[in-house]
């Protein structure tokens, strides 16, 4: 997972993370935390077969700011 000053050094760019956890081990608090405690930048399936369903969702989010980074973590 992501350092926390790695985590601010992408804020300060104006970077904008989404965050996705493939599996049912991921927790909500730290996939929050990446995406910058921005709950709708958060997505969470238990396989990869959904992360494919939700593709378009995880897309629309990446466009809303002018840089941005998908953490995918399992």
């Known amino acids: 997972m992501l350092t926390l000053p790695f985590h601010f050094s992408l804020k300060k760019k104006d970077v904008v993370t989404i965050a996705v956890g493939v599996g ?26 959904e992360l494919q369903n939700k593709l378009a969702d995880i897309l629309k989010a990446s466009c809303q700011g002018k840089n941005s980074f998908v953490i995918l973590a399992r």
């Open 24 to 49: 049912p081990d991921i927790g909500h608090e730290e996939l929050k935390k990446i995406a910058q405690n921005d709950t709708s930048r958060v997505f969470r399936t238990n396989n990869f077969q």
